[in-house]
């Protein structure tokens, strides 16, 4: 298999954030996972601005991306990211609660690549998110050149 990618998880969620967390370091699926906890730092931490204006700008293997955030809901950053020439190739999965038709429609209406809805029992989480990690951060092939964003 080929090098492990970056995951950016974009989850507000303390308990959702330490499931995903504990899954994807248990099964050694990403080199990194980078979280923040609201759709203002998500956008902040692609467009290296703010506090993230001094990290290398190499696009995430796959962004986890929850619906029901802060300041920026979910649907507006993958809005964001689907219209910009630079982001718009990273894969986005939606992982989220919402059971809402229009919240499932509007995600793939917007472009994202998989809406998964977040299982209530521990065990059927953790899963999932091994399952996800699995293929977004190992085994899909990114377009070439999609490591660092073109300038």
């Not at 699926?29 to 700008?57: I, P």
């Amino acid at each position: 298999m080929s090098e492990l990618g970056r995951i950016l998880l974009v989850e507000d969620d303390p308990r959702d954030v330490e499931l995903t967390l504990t899954a994807l370091d248990e099964y050694k699926l990403a080199n990194e996972v980078f979280l923040v906890r609201d759709g203002k730092e998500a956008l902040d931490y692609l467009y290296c601005r703010e506090q993230f204006a001094s990290r290398l700008d190499e696009s995430p293997a796959v962004i986890l991306l929850d619906l029901k955030l802060p300041k920026i809901n979910g649907l507006e950053v993958l809005q964001q990211i689907r219209s910009d020439e630079r982001l718009k190739m990273i894969p986005v999965v939606i992982l989220t609660s919402s059971h809402e038709e229009k919240d499932m429609l509007a995600s793939y209406q917007l472009g994202v690549n998989a809406y998964v809805v977040k299982p209530v029992d521990f065990h059927d989480f953790v899963n999932a998110v091994k399952e996800l990690g699995i293929f977004w951060a190992v085994i899909n092939q990114p377009p070439p050149g999609s490591a660092k964003r073109a300038q």
